[in-house]
Every structure is written in C-alpha cells, then in structure tokens.
C-alpha cells in the first residue's frame, strides 16, 4: 500500500499478543494493524477522545505524510517533501 495522508497516528495495538501485530496506524481515520513503524518525518504527540469505549488513546503523529506499508507489514513513514 502506498498512501498520501493529511494526518498519520501510530500507537500500540492493546490486543497485540506483544510479538506480533503491535502497532495501530490510522491514517486520515482509518485503522490498520501492522508490524512495524519507521518515521522519517517530524513527529508530534496527540491525544483523542474515542467515543466508542469512551477513553483518551495516545499517539505519536505526523502532519502531510507519505506511507507505504510492505507485505510484511512493516510501515514506513516519511516527509511528502
């Protein structure tokens, strides 16, 4: 998958069993799981409400982004520049 994106947040996936698809990407609201995340991009931290079970998740997260995510679900994340 290769995808332009206003807004990139990753943040650990709780329903991991800790060895394999631990990581939550949602990419201009939509959620993927995946194996691994590389950002070669500035970062920022942000923190939503979400509404369904009703708690704040934290993220690490990139504005105006670019990311390709390979078969073997390592995600890479960089500068659209």
Not at 12 to 37: A, K, P
Not at 58 to 66: A, M, P, Q, Y
């Amino acid at each position: 998958m290769n995808k332009k994106v206003g807004v990139a947040q990753i943040r650990y996936n709780t329903d991991s069993n800790g060895h394999d698809q631990c990581w939550r990407l949602v990419l201009d609201g939509e959620e993927i799981i995946v194996e691994s995340v590389q950002i070669h991009a500035p970062v920022f931290t942000s923190r939503d409400w979400i509404e369904p079970i009703g708690k704040f998740k934290h993220h690490i997260s990139v504005h105006d982004c670019f990311v390709k995510i390979n078969d073997d679900g390592t995600a890479l994340i960089t500068d659209l520049e």
